[in-house]
């Protein structure tokens, strides 16, 4: 069965510094491993997937996570934190034949001014 | 337009009581699924449909019961409601199985 594990419940980061979000996953199959956003008492919007192809993917609001096989990782980055990216953030993935997408425990994001 | 919508919104009730959550996407998918997230945001999946047929059906308690009346709706009946069946439920739908995901806004649904 699949899972994922979210290093890090809770991130803080000043406003214009790097954003890493940590994401490893185990899977039978290989994975499709995607990040979602939710912003507070909202649903869960698609930031960026990966199925195949090229490792690294670009995402919305200028997020990209790389896919690395070796490490069983699919780490979520941006290259300078706006106020309005602090939200929670959720690493899944799709690794078995029934299709089911096995969410990670989330991060919280905090954007110190 | 929104994509994937639910209704009600928020949902307060006595325990015992029986409810239901309707969900429609206007996306021409043919996958929808219903997850429950926890006070800890943790995110389960309960069940899915695909062309109106259950594909997964999660170790839920049979007070929970889907209904798929097309491939745009499937609605969420709950049963005796119990305390720990507070949470937020999300309705998603996909094009078919292992593609993205999307979300509706969710029901928080609150048993006293």
């Known amino acids: 069965a699949q899972s994922v594990t979210q290093l890090g419940s809770h991130v803080s980061v000043s406003e214009g510094a790097l954003v890493l979000l940590r994401c490893n996953y185990s899977?039978?199959?290989?994975?499709?491993l995607f990040w979602y956003v939710q912003y507070p008492n909202q649903g869960l919007q698609l930031l960026l997937k990966?199925?195949?192809?090229?490792?690294l993917v670009k995402g919305i609001n200028g997020f990209e996570a790389e896919f690395k096989k070796s490490e069983t990782s699919f780490h979520l980055t941006k290259p300078s934190a706006h106020m309005s990216d602090a939200a929670e953030y959720f690493c899944?993935?799709?690794?078995?034949?029934?299709?089911?997408?096995?969410f990670g425990k989330g991060t919280l994001l905090t954007v110190n001014p | 337009d929104t994509a994937v919508s639910q209704t009600p919104k928020y949902l307060v009730t006595q325990m015992g009581n029986d409810k239901s959550i309707k969900c429609e996407q206007n996306?021409?998918?043919?996958?929808m699924y219903w997850y429950k997230q926890d006070s800890k945001k943790f995110l389960k999946i309960m069940f899915s449909?695909?062309?109106?047929?259950?594909?997964i059906n999660e170790t839920v308690p049979n007070r929970f019961s889907p209904k798929s009346p097309d491939k745009a709706h499937l609605n969420l009946h709950i049963n005796s409601l119990e305390l720990g069946d507070s949470a937020v439920y999300f309705c998603?739908?996909?094009?078919?199985?292992?593609?993205?995901?999307?979300f509706g806004p969710g029901t928080r649904l609150t048993v006293l």
């Open positions: 996306l021409g998918h043919d996958t």
């Open positions: 449909y695909n062309n109106k047929e259950l594909i």
């Open positions: 998603a739908s996909s094009q078919d199985l292992g593609n993205e995901q999307f």
């Open positions: 899944a993935v799709i690794g078995g034949s029934n299709y089911k997408l096995t």
């Open positions: 990966y199925t195949t192809g090229a490792t």
């Open positions: 899977s039978s199959v290989p994975p499709y």
